[in-house]
């Protein structure tokens, strides 16, 4: 149904009505929560006020706008009414509220269904009506306001304003610009709010790793895994509001979230202490990275069919956005659009290619996984998405960090890798924790050049040339948040494995320089050719990289360079032999050391000490340069040598 241009009489009650609802709402909260003991009889009595409030505003909606019958307003001030009437019943005394189970209870799903009674009354009088009342409640402006500036409110009025606070105001306020609440207004308009919206999701799930860290207890471990789940009910519903236009998931995701929202504002958590086990990080891993990937493939499948619907010819016969995303006839951005470098390619297209691609399901299966979590994981959204997260983490252990030489290489890990995404070419034609092919053009030329460059920078620094100033991770491993999860022993047998790993990059590299000099010809999975370099690149960088992350509490911080699974992390480390080191400036300190703190500080697991013991340092191929060693070594006896110790000290290396 379309609403007139002209706004009526009725209209503007409509929105004279909202907004005195607003404020009763705001001067009721506002007065108990400042106040914080009140009778509790008074709290029966203004849940009955508030909920009057929503019954008159579903009837307006529903009888002025949709001409419903009038008898459904009494019923529903009956019902409104019980509060009403159990105050008689209950013992009038002062109460803390926030510390009050069925007042505080009470008190938000009264709130709760006040706003969302006047989310339908906006929706009955300006739309959307798609005929759904929890749909539209939920889907329109004035809901996305109301939940903007619940957010604000409750941040104004706590008395103390923590990290709790501001997790609670940024997990409110990302809700308000969830796309399926701009669904009437233009797609660029949709786009923008997705955007602003997964911007203040990032800084919330910050706000949880924080929460993690500083607050081991009851209510931290309760706001931090909760709002986590939260995140990724919501992400869901962008990835199928994206996907397949689906308004369901979204819009229950937004309902259920703001229950749990007002719960956790109105009634206080204790913050009692428990008996802190891995489980709690571990599932907060878990529930933080789904969310992530689910934010990353949503937000990149909504930008690329938004933008080349609007800047591709191709896509402007497509007669809605529905249908543009269910057809998925596009997978890559041509350079036409001007957002390509943002959303280049269509995840969801390139995944659904493989469903059926060939006559083999394992196949199929495999594919289609496979590019799914790498077609998301290289998109750049993503890419700068985890980059914001984890280089603030990354921040968080500078601020720590005691040793010059480890604060020095922690912000090359936050200047480098930025600048390698967006700057430095890759080896492959993708992306792939970087701009790589898309701006420059990967031949056979430049990927020697690539490989070259990368056996210069590892002799001079060491490993860490590639492991942190290029790789992502140094920023997903190297935080005080993932500290926690380095390992506590290792097994000789990667020692062997990680040559075992090699084999198929060299493979994937020889393949590729035949390709390049016309001597071999790529096989074809279904329509798609098999180019062994970048196949091994992403199935390395995006695919099987996503799932050591994931699972680090398992296989440990760094699992990359501990286990060698990363081949191309091999190849960089066998030049770490050259000049890098880690030295000690007195062997016989190491000799009378009992902590051995700098082998529990590794998170590669090497035996430190050993190799000092035997030659003064050590420098194997594993060794990723973090220097966590060093700041843990007890006597401050370990130092990092490279060519710029060389030439700065005249160290003899």
């Not at 995944?351 to 996984?369: I, K, V």
């Not at 040339?465 to 991770?473: E, P, S, V």
């Amino acid at each position: 149904m379309q609403m007139s241009s002209v706004i009526t009489v009725q209209q503007i009650a409509a929105l004279v009505y909202i907004i005195g609802m607003m404020a009763v709402n705001f001067g009721i909260l506002g007065y108990v929560l400042r106040k914080e003991y009140v009778n509790k009889r008074a709290i029966f009595f203004l849940a009955s006020i508030i909920l009057y409030m929503g019954v008159e505003s579903i009837a307006f909606g529903y009888v002025v706008f949709y001409g419903g019958t009038l008898f459904l307003e009494p019923l529903l001030l009956l019902i409104a009414s019980i509060p009403l009437l159990l105050s008689a019943t209950v013992k009038s005394e002062v109460i803390r509220v926030k510390a009050d189970n069925v007042s505080s209870l009470l008190l938000a799903l009264s709130v709760i269904f006040d706003e969302f009674s006047m989310g339908y009354l906006y929706s009955s009088a300006f739309g959307p009506r798609m005929f759904n009342p929890i749909i539209d409640a939920v889907s329109n402006i004035a809901f996305g306001i109301m939940m903007f500036a619940d957010g604000v409110f409750f941040l104004v009025i706590s008395r103390v304003r923590d990290i709790f606070e501001f997790s609670f105001a940024t997990f409110a306020i990302s809700m308000a610009f969830l796309p399926s609440i701009f669904i009437e207004f233009s797609k660029e308009i949709q786009l923008i709010a997705s955007l602003i919206s997964t911007t203040i999701m990032i800084i919330n799930v910050i706000t949880l790793y924080l929460i993690a860290i500083r607050r081991i207890n009851f209510k931290g471990v309760l706001v931090s895994l909760s709002l986590a789940g939260f995140d990724l009910f919501m992400m869901i519903g962008l990835s199928t509001f994206a996907t397949i236009y689906d308004m369901w998931t979204i819009s229950l995701s937004i309902l259920i979230s703001m229950v749990w929202y007002f719960i956790l504002v109105i009634r206080d958590i204790p913050a009692k202490k428990i008996d802190y086990k891995l489980r709690y990080p571990f599932l907060l891993l878990v529930l933080i990275n789904l969310a992530e990937i689910t934010m990353g493939f949503g937000e990149s499948v909504l930008g690329f069919n938004i933008t080349n619907s609007l800047f591709v010819n191709t896509m402007h016969s497509m007669s809605s956005m529905g249908h543009s995303m269910s057809s998925g006839t596009m997978m890559r951005s041509p350079f036409t659009n001007p957002f390509w470098w943002l959303f280049p390619l269509n995840p969801y297209a390139m995944g659904m290619m493989f469903l059926h691609a060939t006559s083999n399901l394992l196949l199929n299966a495999f594919m289609t996984s496979y590019m799914f979590v790498m077609a998301t994981t290289m998109t750049p959204f993503y890419v700068i998405m985890m980059g914001a997260e984890m280089a603030f983490l990354v921040y968080e252990r500078f601020k720590l960090i005691k040793n010059s030489q480890v604060k020095k290489w922690a912000l090359v890990i936050l200047v480098g890798i930025p600048l390698f995404v967006v700057l430095i070419p890759y080896y492959t034609n993708y992306y792939v924790f970087g701009m790589s092919g898309m701006i420059f053009p990967v031949t056979l030329l430049p990927f020697v050049i690539s490989l070259i460059a990368v056996a210069i920078a590892s002799s001079l620094f060491g490993r860490r040339a590639y492991c942190n100033a290029a790789c992502m991770a140094a920023h997903m491993w190297t935080n005080v948040f993932y500290d926690q999860f380095k390992p506590k022993k290792t097994s000789k047998v990667w020692e062997y494995l990680r040559w075992v790993f090699l084999v198929p990059m060299v493979i994937a590299f020889t393949l590729y320089v035949l390709m390049e000099l016309k001597m071999w010809t790529p096989p074809k999975i279904g329509m798609a050719k098999l180019d062994p370099l970048n196949f091994y690149g992403m199935f390395v960088l995006n695919y099987v990289w996503w799932f050591f992350y994931f699972l680090t509490p398992v296989f440990g911080a760094y699992s990359c360079a501990r286990q060698g699974w990363c081949g191309f992390g091999t190849f960089a480390g066998i030049f770490n032999k050259v000049m890098f080191k880690i030295r000690a400036k007195d062997v016989e300190t190491c000799k009378t050391c009992q902590t051995k703190s700098c082998e529990g500080a590794c998170p590669v697991k090497i035996p430190i000490s050993v190799d000092i013991l035997q030659k003064g340092y050590s420098n194997r191929i594993s060794c990723v340069g973090c220097g966590d060693c060093v700041e843990a070594c007890t006597y401050n006896n370990l130092v990092i040598e490279d060519i710029t110790t060389r030439f700065r000290h005249g160290v003899k290396v």
